[in-house]
């Protein structure tokens, strides 16, 4: 089961490790750049973050709780993004730079995220907190589009705005793990359909008055 951040935050603040602990993670990310996590053993994590392996031992049991602590660090990367993205934009570049934004982050990151699909496929209580963590993306804009309308929406409208994160997501995901074509991941083709796809689905231009 994955640890919870607050979890992990105690047992690095216990053993004063912070530094170690970032560092640890900072370095498993850049890892991952080049290769699969699964070629990736803890010695040579280790070795180039510039600890030795008991380093990594004093603050991770195991493998499995050192990638949860990754997956901790990614939803607090990612929930940053989401705050200033929906602080910084209007509304007329609020979607086509969200989308923009979760492709490119998850391509990016494409090996690390690959590593997190295949652990939820045998451990389902994995990806609790990270669809918690897609919920309160689809929270953040249906908030967006309330106090711009000044009205709840309807069950209908709050669902199609949910289910345009749902394709959203999902595409991505798909484009990662199966690489299906037509359209792939790394091509600008592909934000600027998914990106039409969201507004067709979520009716997010005729709710914020943008339709021309």
């Known amino acids: 089961m994955i640890l919870s951040q607050a979890a992990l935050g105690r047992r690095i603040t216990q053993s004063r490790g912070r530094k170690t602990y970032d560092r640890l993670i900072r370095t498993a990310f850049e890892l991952l750049k080049r290769r699969d996590l699964e070629s990736i053993t803890v010695a040579e994590l280790a070795r180039a973050a510039g600890y030795s392996v008991g380093g990594f031992y004093a603050r991770f049991r195991s493998k499995d709780e050192f990638f949860a602590a990754m997956v901790a660090e990614h939803i607090a990367q990612r929930t940053t993004a989401r705050n200033r993205l929906f602080a910084d934009l209007p509304d007329e570049e609020l979607v086509s730079t969200l989308i923009e934004d979760l492709v490119t982050f998850y391509w990016e990151r494409r090996r690390f995220w690959r590593a997190a699909l295949i652990r939820s496929t045998r451990d389902p209580a994995f990806w609790k907190p990270l669809r918690k963590h897609g919920r309160e993306f689809a929270d953040a804009l249906i908030a967006r589009i309330t106090g711009n309308i000044g009205r709840p929406l309807t069950s209908n409208e709050d669902a199609n705005v949910r289910f345009a994160f749902q394709v959203a997501l999902g595409t991505i995901n798909n484009a990662i793990f199966n690489r299906p074509g037509p359209m792939f991941i790394g091509q600008a083709v592909f ?22």
């Open 191 to 212: 934000i600027e359909n998914l990106v039409r796809a969201f507004r067709l689905v979520s009716g997010y231009d005729r709710l914020m008055g943008l339709e021309s």
